[in-house]
């Protein structure tokens, strides 16, 4: 038999809230500690110091509306959050600061994430969504300018999107954005052009996350129905159903590709967090120790694989932190 | 060359008649003849009187090597191995027989004769003999000596026999002779029609040991000559009627193959009418020992010849009838049915398209009558032994259609048997290369990941009442079929004010949506709420048992869940111990589990820590309670009895419903065995013998099987002395009855239950005869 499920190698209580952003940011040398950022539904950003698994800082800047998503620019000394008071912060932490450098505002009421991508030293580009209900709109930061606005055709009527993802296939390659819609499509974009290079429907219900491995060309998303979709982008640019996984439980709100590409996690509706190989999307394990919706999972950047840890977070106000599939 | 012919016979004779002479040939007269018998080239070349003379040479020389007061002179012993094989060999055996003083020396010529191959040459002698037209006495004479020879001379001797008369080596010895004399005669066709002189040979009791050298030897020359072939055909045809059998038998076990057996047998089925019954019949409807090798060659030795495929239909047909017929369905042993299936799949796998066309209806109704009847038995096996056969026969005659598709467990005896209908399997199967997965990424557990409950299942028992009787909400009803048993445990109090109403609804409970595993959560609640309150729930279930409109299954249920807790109340403290074992998932708290198992932690920690001088057997501690079926025992069994030889209008257990019977009479054997040590214990014993006497002689064999199981149960559970004090008539009726079982039964468990009994019979007359001194 199969040997039992592990347990969480610990859990970080004490957010007080229900946690919807988590982010790592681990690859920095000693004596930098590893660290956990975690956005929470009451406003508060807290940096979590894994060794001693305790909040080191609390940042609170979203005027204690729900933080939901986090990510570092270039280590954990800049931080950026998106929370629901419809305004993207940029944090300055460096040498004990913790200050609000920059905001964007949004505009956007939509739960869409948004998607960071470092394409040059110290340039990033930026999609979120937009003011209109079902354009998307990418920034370049620092400078804040907009690069372009992406809107659907006129009768199009995708809805609202509902998750993001600039990738490129290597650094001197044009960026591109996936996203996925209210109405259960993943839409691939030309940023230069703002046009659709291809559309999918993958899905039933909204689009609820996404994830894609540039190396393989190959992405996979969730949403409130009870299948994972696997797709693939061919050589003409057009995105293709792959197939499709079949889940015990409905829906899925988030889905993460470890960095290596070997294994991704999901984070399920029905308070567990599932692990698959990401080459034949295999079952690995069904990890059930939450008692309510987990909201999130991210893999940790160590650079030593064997220390890679990953996260989850759930309404029940805890975070779950698992050592799994290290050894590969 | 004639000359010369003429002169060497003359040297012979002349040497001849020197060595007689005197009254014991002397060494030089005997050198003399084996230089002109090698000179002339061989016994062949004597003349008949020649022969006659050296007949009485050889009978003279063997006289004295036993009688005379010493051994002949000179080289009296390689006169036996050069000269005619045929002579050489009755004088010896008349020496032997004679039983002289000197024994030695005639069987270390007879042992050299055996040796140096004069076995073969003998039986090419007789070959020319007969091919002659000689006297077929002698040579019947000469080849029965020859069959018996390892016998003979270990008679004489007592068997202090040389190692070559061993059975086990002389006889492939004589088999390698035979293969010899093939070859030389496959040189010279005409011969051919002496050949069934051997047979007799091939067919002795001993042709195990011929054969093994002789089968393998022919089918690697048959490969390809066809002369070879030719021989090999007549020699079987040739085979005396009552030699048939083994002949046969011996081929077709040996060949390694159909093709080979064909090559063997040639067309053998249909010129001989004795092979033709034995391979139809005999082999396939009369016995049932052999493997499904031996089958395999056979059916495929009659699917290769169109001559012989005709038999092969008739033999299906044949098996068909066999296969359908309820009575032998019911009265034939379980084995030999499984051959029958066996050999009816071979068979569809040989047949070709038009061939079932041309007995497609055929085969149909053969097929719906088997499957009935099959389906009829009680036995679990023969059940399914249909479903495979009906099956196949269905995907056969129905290609295109629907076919017939049975619910059974799938395990290696079913693949065996489906494995049949195939033709020709892979030898080489393809390895499947490991794919590019995630493969070095092992799998953790994930039996746990399951639906998650919306709602909450009811916290009172009268709330389950509402939910299952009245609710319209399949969630809830859900959580509370599966939350009952539990709930039933945990509170017994609120349980036992509405225990028939509960086991009521249970018993009438339907599976509105589908639920894994909605059989067990319900039977066992059933079984919760009969512990709970044994004494008006079995009253309830056991009058139930025998009301009018209930399906089968339901009564089957009744009989299941009366066994179910009628075994948790007569072990001290089985539920909440053994019952939930705590699988493992991921907690991260230990379990509230963990107090149950403080006291063994403790127990192994003094166990390391302690240091025993004297090992005895380890004393296993049970736990001790009263046996809370004492009390109850009777109101689940006497019920149960009351009603069987009445039917009802929708429900006969005397009659069609003989498996519920069945499974009645083994519920009450479970019954009786459970009562042991109860109060209500002999009068249980004494009802369940009558009960027992009533159906003795039931048809089906699951029901004997049953009532054998009572009688072991009430051996055991009733005590001694109660046994021999109030039952003693009964028990000496059925010992009768046992010991008739034990013989006549055709089925192989009732014997063996039967037998089982008889045993505890005489133990139980040895403890009394122990314990209580006449």
Known sequence: MAAPPPDPQFVLRGTSAAVHALHFSCGGQEPDVPILFSGSENGLINVWNLKTRRVDKALDGHGRKSVCWVETMDGKDRLLSQGRDQRICLWDLAEGRTSVMDSVFTESVGFCRCSLLKVAQGRWLMAMAAKALDEVQVLELPSKTSVCTLKPEAGAKLGMPMCLKLWQINCDSQPLLLSGYEDGSVVLWNLSMGKVLSQLFCHQEPVMSLDFDSEKAKGISGSSEKVLSIWSLNEQQNLQVHTTHRLVNAGISDITIRPDKKILATAGWDHRIRVFGWKKLKPLAVLDYHTATVHCVSFSDHKNPSERLLAAGSKDHRISIWSIYTQT | ?774
Request: proline content about 5%.
């Open chain 2, 1 to 774: 060359s004639e000359a010369r012919g003429a002169a060497m016979a003359t040297a012979v004779e002349s040497a001849l008649r020197e060595a007689l002479a005197g009254p014991a040939p002397g060494a030089a007269a005997l050198g003399a003849l084996r230089d002109g018998l090698a000179a002339a080239g061989g016994p062949a070349a004597l003349g008949r009187r020649q022969r006659e003379r050296f007949g009485a040479l050889l009978r003279s020389l063997a006289a004295a090597a036993a009688e005379g007061p010493e051994e002949p002179a000179g080289p009296w012993r390689s006169c036996f191995v050069e000269g005619p094989p045929g002579l050489a060999l009755s004088a010896l055996l008349g020496a032997l027989g004679d039983a002289g003083r000197r024994l030695q020396p005639i069987v270390e010529v007879l042992e050299r004769f055996v040796r140096e191959g004069r076995l073969a040459a003998l039986m090419w002698e007789v070959c020319q003999q007969q091919a002659r037209g000689g006297p077929a006495e002698l040579q019947d004479a000469l080849l029965a000596g020859v069959v018996a020879l390892p016998d003979r001379v270990s008679n004489s001797l007592r068997g202090r026999n040389p190692a070559v008369f061993f059975p086990q080596n002389y006889f492939p010895l004589l088999g390698a002779a035979i293969v010899e004399v093939l070859l030389t005669l496959s040189a010279i066709a005409p011969v051919l029609s002496i050949l069934s002189v051997y047979l007799p040979l091939v067919s002795s009791s001993t042709s195990e040991e011929i054969l093994s050298v002789l089968v393998p030897r022919l089918a690697d020359l048959t490969k390809s000559d066809c002369i070879w072939q030719r021989i090999c055909w007549r020699l079987v045809e040739c085979v005396p009627e009552r030699w048939m059998e083994a002949v046969v038998l011996g081929f077709v076990q040996r060949a390694p193959g159909a093709d080979v057996l064909s090559r063997l047998l040639g067309n053998l089925v249909v010129k001989n009418k004795q092979a033709q019954f034995v391979v139809t019949q005999k082999f396939l409807l009369l016995q049932y020992g052999y493997t499904t090798a031996v089958l395999q060659n056979l059916l495929g030795y009659l699917s290769l010849d169109s001559l012989r495929r005709a038999l092969l239909i008739k033999v299906l047909q044949e098996l068909l009838e066999t296969w359908s017929s309820s009575s032998a369905v019911k009265h034939s042993p379980a084995e030999q049915q499984e051959y029958i299936s066996k050999a009816i799949l071979i068979c569809l796998s040989h047949l070709k398209e038009p061939e079932i066309e041309s007995c497609r209806q055929e085969l149909l109704t053969s097929m719906m009558e088997g499957v009935k009847c099959h389906l009829d038995s009680s036995l679990p096996q023969i059940r399914r032994l249909g479903m495979i056969v009906a099956e196949s026969i269905s995907s056969k005659i129905n290609t295109d259609g629907p076919v017939l598709k049975f619910q059974y467990e799938e395990d290696d005896e079913a693949r065996e048997l489906k494995s049949l209908l195939v033709q020709a399997p892979s030898i080489c199967a393809v390895p499947s290369l490991p794919d590019d997965n995630d493969d070095d990424l092992t799998p953790y557990d994930m039996s746990e990941d399951k639906e998650l409950k919306k709602t909450k299942a009811p916290v009172y028992i009268r709330d389950c009442i509402e939910v299952l009787t009245g609710s319209e909400d399949t969630d809830k009803w859900e959580a509370t079929v599966k939350a009952l048993e539990s709930l039933v445990r945990k509170n017994p109090a609120a349980t036992r004010e509405v225990s028939v109403e509960l086991a009521k609804i249970l018993l009438h409970l339907e599976e509105k949506t589908c639920i894994e595993g909605f059989a067990e959560l319900r039977q066992r609640a059933q079984v919760a709420v009969l512990t709970v309150d044994p004494i008006p729930v079995a009253q309830y279930l056991t009058s139930q048992f025998y009301s009018l409109n209930y399906s089968l299954r339901q009564r089957m249920d009744i009989l299941d869940v009366l066994v179910l807790a009628a075994r948790e109340l007569s072990f001290p403290k089985v539920h909440g111990k053994i019952k939930h074992v705590e699988k493992p998932c991921v907690q991260l708290l230990p379990g509230s589990d963990s107090s149950n198992d403080w006291r063994k932690i403790v127990d192994e920690r003094i166990k390391s820590k302690t240091r025993r001088f004297a090992k005895g057997p380890s004393q296993v501690q049970v736990a001790s309670g009263p046996n809370e079926f004492n009390s109850v025992a009777g109101h689940f069994f006497f019920p149960l009895l009351q009603n069987f030889d009445r039917p009802l209008s929708t429900f006969d257990l005397l009659g069609e419903d003989h498996f519920v019977l069945g499974r009645l009479v083994h519920t009450l054997a479970v019954l009786m065995y459970l009562a042991v040590n109860t109060v209500a214990v002999t009068a249980m014993g004494k009802a369940l013998m009558e009960f027992v006497w009533a159906l003795r002689f039931h048809t089906d064999s699951y029901v004997r099987q049953g009532l054998l199981s009572c009688i072991s149960s009430v051996l055991l559970s009733v005590p001694a002395e109660h046994l021999l004090n109030n039952m003693t008539e009964e028990l000496l009726e059925t010992q009768s009855w046992l010991g008739d079982v034990v013989e006549k039964d055709p089925d192989g468990d009732c014997r063996r239950l039967a037998l089982q009994n008889l045993l505890l019979m005489e133990n139980l007359k040895k403890k009394l005869n122990k314990t209580v001194p006449s």
